[in-house]
């Protein structure tokens, strides 16, 4: 006996969109311009005038300087000068990736023993990951950093058939963060620096030590996560002094604990001994405080204006008519100046033991059963 199958629906066809930056996990809702819109900090003046004190108390940090002044001679030369700076964008997210949870002294190390043991980066393609861990070794974590250079360049070979990123250069910040985001093992953290650093982009990445010193001078609310702190920063700081800030909060946070407290580790904070001890003065919840009150300003406005709206009515009890914007009578005031209002025109329910008249049926069956008790 044959089985007669139905017919199979055709499934609804897909849209494939092209998907975002990674800059949130799944299961997260992020607004994607700016999760904190109504926090009114850091305001122009706060970034300027940090940036200002953190610059005259450091100085300009000299491991930054050579890309200061790639930005520099690109804003005055044009972007060609950026294409003929030594360092590529290749090694610049190669040099970021190694850079994750370690010093910079090895992050350093790990590059130039990599370079040394695998000079181009074709051969760091033909390698085994042996190898490649071998050399970077220096740096920590070197399996899950060879997987992931590896990962790199197999899809940047396979996609654009070269072992080259120069191409970003002529993209916009948006689909930068999109092209790198594809890659396996690369976040937003990853992303920011390469644009900053080697594409000469106006960004503002948030590591550790600037998310930290973000909270304590009250810059992000204190729920922020470094995902949020980093979208509200890039949102909030002008683009001239995102280069500038971004490395003298890195370098201060490296250098000064004073200016963050921990629950579990007090540490005495010293008048003068730390630049942002001005700003730390300010509250942090201060944000948190003015959108509570514009908040709580918004609910009392919304409710005066409903209670005008039921000013105009009046309210019906047992049957009467009461305005309940009327004033509190005194003995004596008749119903109407009580705010109580008996219309003439209605059914009056008479009881047929006292004739007495009640202005609904209940009222009166309640009369009537109170004669018949006493009957």
Same mark, same amino acid.
């Given at each position: 006996m044959r089985k007669q199958y139905g017919r199979?629906? $055709?499934p609804a066809p897909v849209e494939n969109k092209p998907s975002p930056a990674k800059l949130v996990r799944k299961g997260t809702e992020i607004n994607l311009n700016d999760p904190y819109p109504n926090y009114p900090r850091p305001t122009p003046e706060e970034c300027r005038a940090v940036r200002d004190d953190l610059l005259a108390f450091h100085g300009f940090p000299q491991q930054f300087a050579k890309y200061r002044e790639q930005r520099l001679r690109s804003v005055s030369n044009g972007d060609e000068c950026s294409r003929s700076t030594k360092e590529s964008v290749l090694d610049g997210l190669v040099s970021t990736i190694l850079s994750q949870n370690t010093t910079d002294?090895? /992050?350093?190390k790990s590059f130039s023993s990599l370079k040394s043991a695998l000079p181009t980066w074709e051969d760091v393609f033909a390698a085994? /990951? $042996?190898c490649i861990e071998n050399a970077i070794r220096c740096g920590g974590l070197a399996p899950t950093k060879a997987a992931c250079i590896k990962n790199l360049l197999n899809c940047l070979l396979e996609k654009r058939g070269k072992l080259c990123l120069e191409y970003l250069r002529d993209l916009s910040v948006d689909e930068i963060k999109t092209e790198l985001s594809q890659f396996k093992g690369i976040g937003p953290k990853t992303v920011a620096c390469v644009l900053m650093f080697n594409l000469q982009q106006d960004d503002f990445p948030v590591d550790t030590h600037i998310f930290q010193r973000a909270k304590a001078i009250g810059w992000v609310p204190t729920e922020a996560d470094t995902k949020?702190?980093? =979208?509200? =920063?890039?949102k909030r700081i002008p683009n001239e =002094? $995102?280069?500038d800030l971004n490395c003298l909060l890195f370098t201060h946070g490296k250098a000064c604990r004073k200016c963050i407290k921990k629950e579990d580790n007090q540490q005495k904070t010293e008048t003068g001994s730390c630049p942002l001890h001005n700003y730390l003065s300010i509250p942090k919840f201060v944000g948190s405080v003015l959108i509570s009150l514009s908040q709580t300003m918004e609910a009392i406005i919304s409710n005066l204006e409903s209670l005008e709206t039921v000013s105009d009515k009046k309210l019906k009890l047992f049957?009467? =008519?009461i305005d309940p914007c009327a004033k509190g009578s005194k003995d004596g005031e008749s119903i109407e100046? $009580?705010?109580v209002s008996i219309p003439s025109n209605r059914k009056k329910f008479k009881c047929q033991f006292c004739c007495k008249k009640f202005a609904n049926s209940q009222a009166l069956g309640g009369h009537q059963n109170a004669h018949k008790k006493k009957d």
């Open positions: 199979k629906r $055709k002294a090895n /992050s350093q085994d /990951s $042996k949020r702190t980093y =979208l509200h =920063l890039n =002094l $995102k280069f049957g009467f =008519l100046e $009580k705010g």
